[in-house]
């Protein structure tokens, strides 16, 4: 912009320019990500990198690996124990992340549309504490009071079965191999419903109220609004709850091996577990990491397509709304 300036009895011309601050580099951004860069090369990338070179050798954990090649992929095809142990993760996979995202949904629809305008917010704010309170508990520390609680003598769920009269429904819940799956999945499902239904009172809190007053007036009841309005609404919430969940069940360890330890006869065993056993009690460290390997392509796999549909997804619902 040019200006003139009056300076004893002359007119000056110059250029001013508009204050602005200085553009900061980009360098000094990089900068920042630099020290989480670093920690996920050391933390991440180099173990996982280590450890699918040792899946590629004959190893006991002392002495000199031996390569073998795709010897233990080969030998991992075709063992049982593995697929019976990654059927056992579907199982989980039910009950840690399509069990508490229906039951998030449901949960999270009470507390915020009749429990807080019923109740009070505090209320509801307590609620969702107590439902998130197995979340901030520590595994190790839940699955010895569930072990406690599911104990075939003496144990408080035996005891109240006895004593509400249904004594004849007691049973060893983590001893049978027929039941043993069951009760920890049902474990899981306490323990993992609690970040579904924070998620989704997050959620619940962007839907615009003017849409329900507006379904309200038209007739709808509370089940049409919610189907109709609040499920489309709160899709990227879901979208996420489902993905996160399931790659927490998929990696599931230490809810197994304090309550079961993989068994009775491997009826809880999970590709985790699995290869724990197989790496420090078996002693076969390039057949473990060979398992683990696996697994982790399996979750990333898995984490790169849920991210992709979500993404088509989210695109999609801006194509629509311009």
């Not at 180099?46 to 450890?51: A, E, S």
């Not at 075939?152 to 027929?178: I, T």
């Not at 329900?212 to 919430?237: C, K, S, V």
């Not at 796999?301 to 629509?320: S, Y």
Request: hydrophobic share 50%.
């Amino acid at each position: 912009m040019t200006v003139t300036v009056e300076r004893g009895g002359r007119a000056v011309r110059g250029h001013h320019r508009a204050a602005t601050s200085p553009r900061r580099p980009r360098t000094s951004y990089v900068l920042f990500l630099l020290p989480g860069f670093i920690a996920f090369l050391v933390v991440v990338v180099v173990p996982f990198l280590m450890n699918t070179g040792v899946s590629f050798t004959d190893w006991q954990g002392v002495g000199t690996p031996t390569w073998s090649g795709l010897a233990n992929y080969r030998v991992l095809i075709d063992d049982s124990e593995f697929w019976a142990s990654f059927r056992h993760s579907l199982f989980m996979v039910l009950a840690m992340a399509v069990v508490p995202t229906a039951l998030g949904l449901v949960l999270a629809a009470a507390l915020f549309d009749f429990v807080a305008k019923h109740f009070g917010t505090r209320t509801a704010a307590v609620l969702r504490a107590c439902f998130y309170l197995p979340q901030v508990l520590p595994i190790a520390v839940a699955g010895i009071v569930w072990s406690w609680i599911l104990a075939p003598d003496n144990g408080s769920l035996n005891e109240l079965l006895k004593a509400v009269g249904l004594g004849s429904w007691q049973q060893d819940w983590l001893g049978d191999p027929d039941l043993a799956l069951y009760s920890v999945m049902g474990v899981m499902v306490w323990v993992q419903i609690g970040f579904p239904l924070v998620v989704f009172m997050a959620g619940l809190q962007r839907v615009d109220p003017q849409l329900h007053e507006a379904a309200e007036l038209d007739g709808a009841g509370w089940w049409r609004r919610f189907w109709h309005i609040t499920l489309p609404q709160i899709r990227p919430e879901i979208s996420v709850v489902l993905l996160w969940c399931t790659i927490a069940a998929l990696k599931v360890f230490g809810a197994v091996y304090v309550l079961t330890k993989g068994g009775p006869g491997g009826a809880t065993d999970v590709p985790s577990y699995f290869s724990f056993t197989t790496f420090f009690e078996k002693t076969q460290v390039g057949y473990g990491a060979a398992i683990s390997t696996v697994l982790t392509v399996i979750i990333l796999a898995l984490a790169v397509i849920g991210l992709r549909f979500q993404t088509r997804a989210e695109d999609a619902e801006e194509g629509a709304g311009a």
